[in-house]
């Protein structure tokens, strides 16, 4: 990868293009699956959204294998999608903005108290 392109962003940009075309190969249900996914694992990048690209990566594999197998969505992701992704970053360790602002300000107010 090239200085630039990590810089600029245009690496993820080329890495996010190949995820859609991909995704455009799946059946429907999961195509919408997918955009589900992407909606509910944005929010827990990190600044530039790097940390996501190997979960977004192992999510497609996952859709893409159980769809080959005539599998439906429901059996592989359950009901739940939000709860699936929400699962899914905790176990990652891909943490929000929220909590990482949290323990930012709980480690500066333990240092001001001297704890």
Known sequence: MKFWDKITGRDMTKEMKNFESRAKKLPREYQTAWEEIKANLWPNSDLTG???????????????????????????????????????????????FRDKWRRQLNNNIAKKLGR
């Open 50 to 96: 790097r940390n996501l690209m190997p979960i977004f990566d192992g999510v497609l594999g996952l859709l893409e294998e159980t769809s080959a197998e005539g599998q439906s969505v429901q059996e592989v992701l359950g009901d739940d999608i939000k709860g699936f992704c929400s699962a899914l970053a905790g176990e990652e360790g891909a943490m929000s």
